[in-house]
């Protein structure tokens, strides 16, 4: 059974960081690749980052590009999300997602992130 559990979300002033964390199980997660995405009231869900398998190549959107960074620690089943210099447009809920050769396994329940004073 394929599971995705994130955890980190919260509420956090403008300018602060968070970091979230997605631990997976149910598949094999090196040979996934892993994304975070994000969806705030009354919008579609976007693209945050994404990483490949290995780690070695990773993507942006351009809203985050420069704040956010994406990693994985294969031995932990783990993908984080470091958000730095927040802003109150990053507020949403955040989701990670695992896919195979460009098929979704799954999605986690979502982690809410509130940046505001």
């Known amino acids: 059974q394929v599971q995705l559990v994130e955890s980190g979300g919260g509420l956090v002033q403008p300018g602060g960081s968070l970091r979230l964390s997605c631990v997976v199980s149910?598949?094999?997660?090196?040979?996934?690749?892993m994304s975070w995405y994000r969806q705030a009231p009354g919008k579609e869900r976007e693209l945050v980052a994404s990483i490949t398998c290995g780690g070695g190549s990773t993507n942006y959107g351009d809203s985050v590009k420069g704040r956010f960074t994406i990693s994985r620690d294969n031995a932990k089943n783990t993908v984080y999300l470091q958000m730095n210099s927040l802003k109150p447009e990053d507020t949403a809920v955040y989701y990670c997602?695992?896919?195979?050769?460009?098929?979704?396994?799954?999605w986690g329940q979502g982690t809410q992130v509130t940046v505001s004073s």
């Open positions: 997602n695992a896919a195979s050769r460009g098929v979704s396994l799954g």
């Open positions: 149910g598949f094999t997660f090196s040979s996934c690749a």
